[in-house]
């Protein structure tokens, strides 16, 4: 009788050993998903961010067009300086300098506006490149859920089963010890 209540003892030990391994799994789970929390919450900084970028080149290219506009006012007015002017070609020629300088400059803000599109581009690569990333690692923290879930299912079933056999043992055990006292009263009552 001692021996089985040892091995009872012995198998709640066993299963409060496997349920503080469970609770262990639970708390590495919650502390991955707190990770994952802050993983998106980067993402989301990061989409802020290229958002708020995004805008400025819209202001910016508002003003490059807005410039253009100038720029073409500006050249309206010198074509009619040139017709009212002819007569004064060294002011033609100071017009003309500055024409060339204001056109030298668009072409560098065109090549400026050129490069930042460039750049806008291989931000944006850069990004889906992070969203294929982090799908991906969603992915794989999805699948280990779901293998952590299926490995605590099958141990919980496992423990049952274990308690199960040990409890209809216990059973056993206690049907045959009162029959053995059974046996053991009547012939006790035979023999008085």
């Known amino acids: 009788m001692e021996e089985i209540l040892d091995k009872i003892l012995s198998e709640i030990q066993n299963t ?4 503080g391994n469970l609770e262990t799994i639970h708390e590495d789970l919650a502390a991955e998903q707190g990770n994952i929390k802050k993983r998106l919450e980067t993402l989301d900084k990061g989409q802020q961010n290229f958002t708020f970028g995004q805008d400025e080149l819209k202001t910016q290219m508002e003003h490059l067009k807005k410039g253009q506009n100038e720029l073409a006012i500006d050249m309206t007015e ?7 002017l002819t007569n004064d ?10 024409l060339t300088n204001d056109m ?21 690569k850069d990004l889906s490149g992070r969203l ?21 299912t099958e141990s919980f079933t496992y423990i049952r089963r274990d308690l ?8 056993s055990d206690v049907d045959l010890l009162f029959k053995e ?4 009263k009547r012939k006790v009552n035979k023999l008085e």
């Open 16 to 19: 409060n050993v496997r349920l």
């Open 78 to 84: 010198i074509k009619k300086g040139q017709k009212e």
């Open 89 to 98: 070609m060294t002011e033609v020629k100071t017009d003309q300098k500055k």
């Open 104 to 124: 030298a400059e668009v072409k560098s803000t065109q090549r400026d506006l050129t490069n930042d599109m460039t750049e806008v581009k291989s931000r944006q």
């Open 132 to 152: 294929e990333r982090l799908e991906t690692g969603q992915s794989e923290i999805k699948d280990l859920i779901k293998h952590t879930t299926t490995l605590m």
């Open 164 to 171: 199960k056999t040990l409890a209809f043992n216990v059973n």
């Open 181 to 184: 006292v059974a046996d053991v």
